[in-house]
């Protein structure tokens, strides 16, 4: 009994206990296979060694490939899913020795809360710091990093590890504490480019505690370089570019497209300053709030706060800056899946419900041992309630929804076919996995509309597919001219380079017709495919020049998990409704109406409030009398 007491005031050993659970909870919530968005994108890159989205993620990709490579899972998608589990339960265990550290300050503060005792001082310390990151290890945003492939996974254990480095530097004032900071910084970086958003908050404590005197100056510079070895991860970009691997995304072979990539210049569009779409990303993120630790750890937050602030007002106003740091740069993001970009936010309530936590057991932490422990393991059990509110939710276990759809997106397309699709998020992202890894489908050429208004992604696709470029090579040179413009900050007229893009795929499209079937998904605007017939095939449109009636065929979809309610699985259960849809108004407009019934029955089985489906079936049935 005293060897367990011991080990559970250990921070070491508790730390190491908390993120195993984590570790076990993910393992088994965790995708067994390819996941939404980016997914099958970091799949591709990490296994081929290629290079990914701005801003390029050199070191998620590197430790990737290791992960992919290692003999954990008899598939690769699987065991880069569990380096997700792994790099967040990781970071668990760094999270807790960060709170830690700063329960430690607030427990030696006297005038906020008085222990008698070093060693009830110590339990409770431990005590709430578990608390505090049970709430953050099972919220629902960083738990869903833990269970699918995703570069914020190996973000969340740097936001950690160069905090806890950086509170380590600060106390103990030696300079190999700040020259590892320096090196996890530059790391961090070398991983996301938000890790800046520690700047402010980190700045501030740093010279409050430091001074603003030379000493602090001069060893800000000596952490330049190891900042920047760290950040040399970067030059992975251009070493892979020169070698033009399969996934080469901006070809970041010259200085200029090396600092688009690395700046996120592509996503700029989407930064917008104090708009109207600013204030609905805040009210997401404010109605999200109180849910993301089940209520529970949020009431704990409102007392730490202010536990906070009279313990260390410093470092409470340096938490208070990263929050509102985070808060700020986010929601002026207009991008849908904007949560994982409030983690940083998520991270600093933790820590305050930590301090709110201390607090409370304090109450009690002098009464007998008997009544303190049953105190304690109430709060560690309350603190469990993001685990069981979200684990129906977050269990990804058995959703195979985005490889489903995937193979019936394939098994809708002739052999050799060429198919025109912006379904980045469900499909096109998925494919690039099963293609480059898992060779399925190799014969398919997918061409995703929207990337074809980068310079880069028409590079690519000459060197993947130099028919189809050089087949329409004025069409592209007239397009990329204007194009040039846009990239390069000139004067450019929207319009005609609109047109010049709606030309060139025309003539993609045009070209490759008599030797190849091509395709559209259902979201491609008619203006692509002026004068062309569009039949339903599956979840695509084959394109025809002439308007004859072509026998569409039976497309059979395999489904082995539930199509589940959500924004993106939403969609993937419109689109399966939508392709039967598609194929009864087909039908109906031949006079084949038995065809026609059955489609429509088919779209009522996957969507049962389709409205469109009945209205055809009643429409149908009057037709039959």
């Not at 600092?259 to 009210?283: E, M, N, P």
């Amino acid at each position: 009994m005293q060897l367990l007491r011991t080990i559970f005031l250990s921070p070491r050993w508790t730390a190491l206990f908390v993120s195993l659970v984590a570790f076990g909870v993910y393992s088994k919530t965790l995708a067994p296979t390819v996941g939404f968005i980016d997914s099958g994108e970091l799949a591709a890159v990490a296994y081929t060694l290629g290079v990914a989205h701005p801003s390029g993620y050199p070191l998620f990709t590197l430790i990737g490939w290791v992960f992919s490579h290692l003999p954990i899972a008899t598939e690769e998608i699987v065991r880069l899913n569990i380096m997700a589990a792994f790099l967040c339960a990781v970071g668990v265990f760094f999270f807790f020795h960060v709170v830690h550290h700063i329960l430690n300050i607030v427990g030696r503060a006297t005038r906020v809360i008085n222990f008698k005792g070093e060693e009830r001082r110590r339990a409770a310390t431990v005590v709430a710091s578990t608390c505090a990151t049970l709430l953050l290890a099972f919220s629902e945003t960083y738990w869903s990093q833990a269970v699918s492939i995703e570069v914020y996974s190996l973000h969340v254990l740097f936001l950690s590890v160069v905090t806890l480095l950086f509170l380590k530097a600060n106390e103990e004032r030696r300079n190999a504490w700040w020259l590892l900071f320096a090196f996890a910084l530059g790391l961090a970086f070398a991983n996301h480019m938000t890790t800046m958003l520690l700047a402010p908050g980190f700045l501030l404590f740093y010279f409050a505690m430091q001074g603003y005197g030379g000493s602090a100056w001069k060893r800000i510079g000596s952490m330049g370089m190891p900042f920047l070895l760290g950040l040399s991860v970067y030059l992975y970009l251009p070493i892979r570019a020169v070698r033009a691997p399969a996934m080469n995304w901006g070809d970041t072979v010259t200085l200029e497209k090396f600092f688009w990539h690395l700046s996120g210049k592509q996503y700029r569009v989407w930064i917008t300053f104090f708009t109207d779409s600013a204030g609905r990303q805040f009210k997401y993120f404010r109605d999200g709030l109180p849910e993301e630790f089940a209520y529970v750890g949020l009431i704990a937050a409102l007392v730490g706060i202010v536990v906070l602030w009279r313990a260390h007002r410093m470092l409470a106003l340096a938490t208070l800056l990263l929050f509102f740091t985070c808060l700020l740069y986010s929601i002026n993001y207009d991008i849908h899946d904007i949560d994982s970009y409030f983690l940083l936010s998520y991270l600093i309530v933790a820590i305050w419900a930590g301090c709110g936590l201390l607090f409370l057991v304090s109450l009690v932490a002098d009464s007998s041992q008997v009544k303190a422990g049953a105190v304690y393991a109430s709060t560690v059990i309350i603190s469990l309630a993001p685990l069981a509110s979200y684990y129906e939710k977050i269990n990804e276990s058995e959703n195979y929804i985005v490889e489903d759809y995937t193979r019936n997106m394939f098994a809708s397309l002739q052999p050799n076919a060429l198919v025109f699709s912006y379904q980045w998020d469900y499909w096109v992202s998925a494919s690039y996995y099963y293609q480059l890894v898992k060779r399925v489908r190799p014969d398919v050429v997918v061409v995703d509309k929207e990337l074809l208004r980068r310079s880069w992604y028409l590079t690519e696709l000459e060197s993947r597919f130099p028919w189809l470029i050089q087949e329409s090579q004025v069409q592209v040179e007239a397009f990329t001219r204007e194009l040039y413009k846009f990239e390069h900050d000139q004067k450019y007229n929207p319009s005609i380079i609109q047109a010049r893009f709606e030309e060139m795929i025309a003539s993609f499209i045009h070209c490759s017709l008599p030797d190849r079937p091509v395709y559209v998904t259902p979201e491609i605007e008619p203006e692509f495919t002026r004068g062309l017939q569009r039949v339903p095939e599956g979840l695509a449109f084959r394109l025809f020049r002439d308007s004859v009636f072509h026998e569409p065929p039976v497309v059979d979809y395999s489904l082995r998990s539930s199509l589940r309610a959500g924004r993106l699985e939403d969609v993937v259960t419109n689109l399966y409704t939508s392709s039967y849809l598609s194929r009864g108004r087909y039908f109906h407009g031949v006079g084949r109406l038995a065809e026609a019934h059955q489609a429509f029955q088919l779209a009522i089985s996957y969507n049962p409030a389709s409205e469109e489906a009945r209205r055809w079936l009643q429409v149908l049935d009057s037709q039959t009398r």
